[in-house]
């Protein structure tokens, strides 16, 4: 197992955490932007029953 020092532990945990966030941040924009289209769709016409 290697060892790590505290400035290599430090940088290993960042780049895990940056991996992380990345990921959720991705899937939030994903959400995001399907919400968006929904809206957008939607907005078009008066009932979502004529939408179909």
């Keep these: 197992m290697t ?5 290599e532990y430090i940088d290993f945990m960042a780049r895990i955490f940056a991996d992380k966030i990345s990921n959720v ?3 939030n924009e994903k959400q995001n932007f399907n919400g968006r ?3 957008d ?3 078009k016409f008066p009932s979502s029953k ?3």
Excluded: S, V
């Design 3 to 7: 060892k790590f020092g505290q400035a």
């Design 25 to 27: 941040l991705e899937e």
């Design 37 to 39: 289209n929904t809206e």
């Design 41 to 43: 769709i939607y907005r």
């Design 50 to 52: 004529d939408a179909i």
